[in-house]
C-alpha cells in the first residue's frame, strides 16, 4: 500500500492567493483527518470526514478555510484568501474506524505551505 | 477545552540513557493512549498505544507507564540509540470517532 499521498509537497504562494491542498487516504479507510503543524500551536485537528461527510469542523480556523470530500479517495483543504498565517505543513491523516473502536491514524508526508 | 500536556518540550540524553516523556489529560473519557514519533519532514507514526485496562504496555524498547487516577501516562525508551532522535506526540481518544487530542510535542535528541 502507498500509504496516505498528500500534494503538493510544498506549495509557496502570495498573500491573497487561493490554496489547494489535496489528499489520497489508504484504501479502505473510512475516516479521514486533516491537522495543521506549527512551531508556536503544534498538532491541530482541523476537520474530520466519516464516510466522506464532515463530523467535525471546529478546529478550522475562519471561513477562509474549506475541505471536501467528494468521495472516499480524494479531499481537498483549500485556503481562500491566504495569509502569511496560513504557513504551516498540513497534514492529512486516514484510519478505519468501526464502531465502538479506535484504530491508528495513518498520516501522509505533509505539505509545506509558505504565504508571502 | 479538551488539552493534553505533554513535559518536557526538549529531552538531551547520551545513547543506552532512558528518556522519560510525561503527558496528563483531563478528560476522564479518553480511553485510547497512543503515542507518536515523527522525524524531521515526515508525518508522525504511531510508536505504541495503551487503553486504561492496563497499567502498562511494552513493545521493544517503547513502554508506555498509564496512571489512571492520576490521569497521567508516560513513555520511557530504553537503551536509546541516535536513531531515536525525534519529536514524540502523546494523544488521547475517546468515543468521539478516533478524533485524537495531541500534546505539544517533545523533541528527543539522543547523543551517540
Known amino acids: 500500500d502507498a500509504g496516505v499521498i498528500q500534494s503538493p509537497r510544498h506549495e509557496v504562494t502570495e498573500m491573497g492567493q487561493e490554496v489547494t491542498l489535496r489528499c489520497k487516504p489508504i484504501s479502505g479507510h473510512n475516516s479521514l483527518f486533516w491537522y495543521r503543524q506549527t512551531m508556536m500551536r503544534g498538532l491541530e485537528l482541523l476537520i474530520y470526514f466519516n464516510n466522506n461527510v464532515p463530523i467535525d469542523d471546529s478546529g478550522m480556523p475562519e471561513d477562509r478555510f474549506s475541505a471536501k470530500m467528494p468521495n472516499a479517495s480524494f479531499s481537498t483543504l483549500k485556503i481562500q484568501p491566504s495569509e502569511p498565517r496560513d504557513s504551516a505543513v498540513y497534514f492529512c491523516a486516514s484510519s478505519l474506524v468501526l464502531a465502538g473502536s479506535t484504530d491508528t491514524q495513518y498520516f501522509g508526508p505533509g505539505t509545506r505551505l509558505t504565504v508571502l | 477545552q479538551q488539552q493534553v500536556k505533554q513535559s518536557p518540550q526538549s529531552l538531551i540524553v547520551q545513547k543506552g540513557g532512558i528518556p522519560i516523556i510525561n503527558c496528563a489529560y483531563e478528560n476522564t473519557a479518553f480511553d485510547y493512549f497512543p503515542w507518536y514519533q515523527q522525524f524531521p519532514g515526515k508525518g508522525p507514526a504511531l510508536l505504541i498505544a495503551i487503553r486504561p485496562d492496563v497499567s502498562e504496555k511494552k513493545e521493544g524498547r517503547f513502554t508506555i507507564s498509564f496512571n489512571k487516577s492520576a490521569k497521567q501516562f508516560s513513555l520511557h525508551i530504553m537503551d536509546s540509540q541516535p536513531g531515536d532522535s525525534a519529536t514524540y506526540f502523546c494523544?488521547?481518544?475517546?468515543?468521539?470517532?478516533?478524533?485524537?487530542?495531541f500534546g505539544g510535542g517533545t523533541r528527543l535528541m539522543v547523543k551517540p
Open positions: 494523544a488521547a481518544s475517546g468515543n468521539a470517532g478516533n478524533m485524537l487530542t
